[in-house]
């Protein structure tokens, strides 16, 4: 069968109106159904997300995640809200019950009366937080847009954070640095910039594992605020070039950042306070001349050799000398206290779940 062919235009009729017919003909002679332009391909290795659907969709906007596919997502409706487990800058964190497993989160409201672009912006760069699946990841369940807050569903950490926890004992802040190192080795990895690693970002089980909170959240919180108050909170763990924006040539590397932020808050864990000469929660000029215009602070003298030169790999003012989590992972300060089982090289350290050895136990400062 030959393949459908568009009849021919017909010939100029003569005579008057001549022009006209010859003007249709060559009008229908542009409409020739082959003239067609081909559809532009998508390639598929490039993962480019779908829009949201509009507000007024059910409370649930966040699709199963490719590591929990056979599960269909937790419904806000299911949620039973328990007490009020923490609040700060960005929101307030709430215990809540999965009423049909009885099964225990932690849901996290964010504060704000966004507009519509901005609140559809958030949700579409929280729902990749929805991907992350690491043991020393704080795990992202669900994404509800309930009544004009958006509220993000998380795993509920028993223990909570850190924040104030003294752990003098070498050994066990190894395995506290390696299982945070870990963590953020994977979002490193996968271009995720935390921007706020401090003591109360970083959470503990009853387990004794420790993982990484408000990865991402922070940024896009800091993006959806005001100006001035960029910093989402304290100032005191940040950089020095993040702070002042003329140090580095005004460059700024959020992994490098991580790193600096890492390495005051292990510091802290060691001395029991915070590592500079100025309070944390001091006002925004006493913080940034200490963190930009005073020497790091370094681990004392009756520190390890190994820990104090941890703290330096951590601690350099030029961000380009700090070492990557990677490398951190393989320093000796974390290989010599790690046990057999996990000291096969950073490969294995990044994909182990690591526990903080027993003793001793920690006290708060």
């Known amino acids: 069968m030959k393949p459908f062919q568009p009849p021919p235009p017909p010939p100029p009729a003569s005579g008057g109106g001549g022009g006209d017919s010859a003007n249709r003909a ?39 995640s490719s590591t929990s596919s056979s599960q269909p997502p937790l419904q806000y409706a299911e949620l039973e809200r328990i007490s009020r487990i923490g609040s700060g800058a960005g929101g307030t964190v709430y215990k809540v019950r999965h009423r049909p497993t009885g099964q225990l989160y932690a849901l996290k409201v964010i504060y704000g009366n966004h507009e519509d672009a901005v609140r559809i912006q958030m949700c579409r760069e929280i729902q990749i937080l929805r991907d992350v699946d690491n043991p020393n990841v704080v795990k992202c369940f669900n994404l509800f847009d309930h009544n004009a807050e958006i509220q993000v569903l998380l795993e509920y950490m028993d223990k909570g954070s850190l924040e104030g926890t003294h752990i003098p004992h070498e050994p066990s802040l ?32 009853s387990r004794r594992n420790v993982k990484i909170a408000d990865f991402g959240v922070s940024r896009i919180l800091a993006q959806t605020m005001d100006p001035c108050n960029s910093s989402v909170g304290t100032i005191a763990y940040m950089s020095p070039e993040r702070i002042n924006t003329d140090l580095n040539h005004g460059q700024y590397d959020g992994y490098a950042g991580d790193i600096w932020s890492l390495g005051v808050s292990i510091l802290e864990f060691y001395l029991g306070k915070f590592p500079f000469a100025v309070g944390r929660q001091g006002d925004w000029a006493s913080l940034m ?32 000398k700090r070492w990557t989590a990677l490398q951190l992972l393989r320093h000796p300060f974390i290989l010599q206290h790690a046990s057999p089982g996990i000291n096969g090289g950073a490969n294995n350290q990044v994909h182990q779940t690591h526990q903080l050895l027993p003793p001793p136990r920690f006290s708060s400062a």
């Open 174 to 205: 190894s395995d506290l640095a390696r299982q945070i190192l870990s963590g953020l080795y994977y979002l490193h990895k996968r271009k995720i910039v935390h921007r706020d690693i401090k003591p109360s970002n970083l959470l503990i089980n």
């Open 26 to 64: 060559n009008n229908r002679a542009r409409r020739r159904p082959d003239l067609t332009l081909p559809l532009p391909q998508r390639d598929p290795a490039l993962a480019v997300p779908l829009p949201l659907p509009p507000t007024s969709a059910p409370s649930s906007i966040a699709a199963p």
């Open 289 to 320: 001349c200490a963190i930009c215009m005073s020497q790091p602070p370094e681990a004392p003298p009756s520190a390890s050799r190994e820990f104090r030169d941890f703290i330096a790999c951590c601690l350099q003012r030029d961000p380009a």
